[in-house]
Every structure is written in structure tokens, then in C-alpha cells.
């Protein structure tokens, strides 16, 4: 027992050194605040990359370099938001206002912050939304983006046809089936865009600008560019300052069908023309198959009929000179008509062919006399030889003429032979 009670005080002891025993250092080395600073932002940055957040605009400043900021709050937290000088925005922002933000995180390692980089905001509320529209239409008023005289004419038969919208809407189905029933010869060039939400304003803006940039031989002839109903805020993106900039800057003529036709966007001012739906669109870019074939009938009938009467005419015409007289009256103003311009033409031919024989004559007798000016043996008649050597080369200096050989000397009538002795 007393061993069982030693064993049991010397556990119970050990095991007391056990607890009360200081812990061992663990050595680890220390971070700076930059490296935390930049590890915190690879983390937020790299996961917060595009997020939309709701919330009130508090404490907002309108900087003098252009830049904006704010901070976005709702009733349990907040957070700071910047919006470039560079970025466009289409409403007048206030404070208290709710707003829909959409961007990226950021943090600020000088105060070890983070912060909403915000690339588009749009106000929440009917009434805001409204006030957002009169405001952007009244400054793209001023400018001339709705003027009427800028707008062109849509081709009546477009050989290729652009549609920008959602690949996932009704509006696509509509306007396809649209044209496979009105005028199936069109080839359509679809471009995907969001047409909805926070950011689909610059798709649509990026898929205009784009199908601009396709080489003109495979350019479309027109763009459709819309989406089918909703409410104020589904159809929000075509009243974006972006959209309707990209809209005046198209080369392509558009065509806007946004929503149905109660709904007005400012896309619809700016477009060269307005549907009331994508369905309405298709019909007004298209010709009707059905009618083409109806005015071709119509028209090859309305041909027809006329050329059996202008035959018909030309055949009384023709048998009234047929019979006695007649004929040989028409035949004969025919032949002296044809005479007369035989004879005319013959005139003006001689009259040309004797003019060409004299011009050639004069200056035949011009190039006789300069030969003969030039002729070398034409001054031996004045008096004067010409010494050769015995290859016929011409001597015409003293020390040129050769020792103990023969010369010739030519003068006008004949030559001689001769030898240089001295």
C-alpha cells in the first residue's frame, strides 16, 4: 500500500511539474506591416473583383480634380467609395441618396483601408431613376445627339443584318422568326450583350463599337439593337450614357427596340430609327417575301401587256407601208437618207486622207534638206577633200597621216591615191 501511496504521490507530483511547468518558445518571425498590408489586399483584391452593393450615399464630396467619394452605408455597416473623373455618370448624385453600386475592391495601404472602386452607379427608386433620365436627356439634347438631321435612311434590302440583345431573351427568338418568314435571303451576324443590370450598358456600348469595327465588305447593312419588356429599372441600360454615345458614333445605321411600345428609353432618341418592339424592328429593316413576289407578278403582267401592244402597233404600222406606194416611198427616203451619209462620210474621209498626204509631203521635203545641210560630201563641191586612210578613217590632222603608206584623197568628182614621204 505504501509503495501504491508512493507510486500515487509521485504521479500526483509529476504530474503537478507537468502543469506548473513553463510552456517552450516558440520562435516565429515577425511581419512587417507592409507584407500584412499587401497580403490582406492579394486576398480582397483577388476575390472581390466585380461585385454590386446597395446601399445610402454618406458624406459625399464632388473633388476639384473631378474624382468623387462617398461612403455607402445601410443600417449595420459602411464602406468607402471612389468613382474616377474618367468614368461616366448619369445623374446628379446626392446625399442620402440609395444607390446601386458596381466595382471592385480595393485597399489602401497608406491608411490600411479598403475601399469600393466604383466603375458604374445607378440610382434605386422610380423617382430617381426619373430624375437620372430628364437630367442625361436634357444634356444630350443640348448636345445634338437627337437631331434629326444627322439620322440616315435604313436600306430597304439589307444583304446582312446585325442584332445586339440578350442570347438567352425572347427578343432574339422573335426577330429570327421574323425574318426566316419575311425575307430569308438577309445573313444575320448575332452579337451576345447583357441588357439588363448593373454593367450591361458598356456590353452594349462594347458590341456596337465592335460590330463597327468589322471590315465594310462584311459589315452589316443595319443593327438591331434592344431587348422585350420590363420595368423602368429592367430597362435601365438603354437610357446609359454610354450606350447612347455608342449609338451616335455607329457608322451602321440602328435601329432601337427596346421593350414594347409604350416604353421610351433614350437609345430610341438617339437611334436613325425606332421600333416599337424587337418584332417591329424586324418587320421595318425587312421586305415582306410575299409582297416582292406580288409586285414581281403584278409588274411582269403590267410588261407583258405592253409589248403585245407596242408589237401590235408596230405591226400595222408596218403592213400600212407594205402595200404599193407606201413601201417604196419608205424605201427609198430610207435608201437616199443612207446615200446622203455615204457621201458626206466619203467627202470627210478624202478631204482627211488628202490633208494627211500633204502634211507628210512637207515634212518629207523638211528632212531632204537637213540631210542634205548635213550630207559631208555636199562641201566638196565648195572645194574642199577629204584625206582617208587606207580603212577609209578620216584625216584631219597633219601628224595623224601615216608614214610610207598609202592615203586617198577624195574630192567631188573622184579621188586619188597618195604617200606621205617626209
Known sequence: MAKRTSDTLTLVFEQEEAVIAPAKEIVVAPLTVTTLTKAIRDVLESKFIDITVEGEISNFTHHRSGHRYWTLKDEGAQISCVFWKTRQLSFNMQEGQK???????????????YQLDVFQVRPLGIGALQAAYEALFKKLSQEGLFDETRKRQIPRFPKKLGIITSATGAALHDILTVLR?????????????????VGAELEIARAITEMNLIPESERPYVLIVGRGGGSLEDLWSFNEEAVARAIYASKIPIVSAVGHEVDVTIADFVADLRAPTPTAAAELVTPDKNELLSSLTSSAGTLDYFMKRKLTDLRGELMSHSTGYGLKRVLSQVLSEKRSILVQS??????KINHFFELAEARTGRF???????????????GYAIIQDERGSVISKVKDLPKEKNIEIVFSDGKIRARRTA
Open 368 to 382: 531632204e534638206s537637213v540631210l542634205r545641210t548635213l550630207n559631208p560630201y555636199a562641201v566638196l563641191d565648195r
Open 99 to 113: 444607390v446601386l453600386c458596381r466595382g471592385r475592391l480595393s485597399v489602401y495601404a497608406p491608411r490600411g483601408n
Open 181 to 197: 418568314r419575311r425575307y430569308p435571303l438577309v445573313d444575320v451576324l448575332f452579337r451576345a450583350a447583357a441588357v439588363q443590370g
Open 346 to 351: 466619203g467627202s470627210r474621209m478624202e478631204s
